[in-house]
Nanobody, 117 residues
């Protein structure tokens, strides 16, 4: 089974930046979709950013212009560059990968991002 390991979370001040990484145990060349969700205390998990084969991307309206998702298939890694962080970005961020349209997604264990105001 596929293992996903996230890193890069931490504590930053509002306006700062973080770069999250998600390393997969399997090649991502054939992955149909991958990206990041987040879940804040007392809130539902929400899609932050996704990227498909061919590098087509989509973002939550709340992060457009501030976050950038990218992938490096050679390194089996998905990245999330987060700039101009706000207190409301505080959440646990989860990486996911889907290899087929009707296959279940694989999830990482999550990495905590805390933005102080």
């Amino acid at each position: 089974q596929v293992q996903l390991v996230e890193s890069g979370g931490g504590l930053v001040q509002a306006g700062g930046s973080l770069r999250l990484s998600c390393v997969a145990s399997e090649t991502l060349f054939s992955a149909s979709r991958m990206g990041w969700y987040r879940q804040a205390p007392g809130k539902q998990r929400e899609l932050v950013a996704g990227i498909e084969l061919g590098d087509k991307t989509n973002y939550a309206d709340s992060v457009k212009g501030r976050f950038t998702i990218s992938r490096d298939n050679a390194k089996n890694t998905v990245y999330l560059q987060m700039n101009s962080l706000k207190a409301e970005d505080t959440a646990v961020y989860y990486c996911y990968v889907v290899f087929g349209l009707m296959e279940r997604p694989y999830w990482g264990q999550g990495t905590q991002v805390t933005v102080s105001s």
